[in-house]
């Protein structure tokens, strides 16, 4: 499966922004992917 770039750019931003101290902050990701879901980006499609 290809991902566009700017899915790919999002995606390391996110996870850029969950690190805290060069660590990844567990509530940090929690509080990222519920904004995610409420959001619903472009092309979301629900599993």
Not at 12 to 41: M, N, Q, W, Y
Request: net charge positive; aromatic share 4%.
């Amino acid at each position: 499966m290809k991902i566009p770039k700017q899915a790919r750019r999002e995606a390391k931003h996110l996870f850029r922004a969950c690190i805290v101290g060069s660590v990844l902050d567990e509530s940090r990701v929690r509080e990222t992917v519920k904004k995610v879901i409420e959001v619903k980006p472009r092309g979301y499609s629900p599993s």
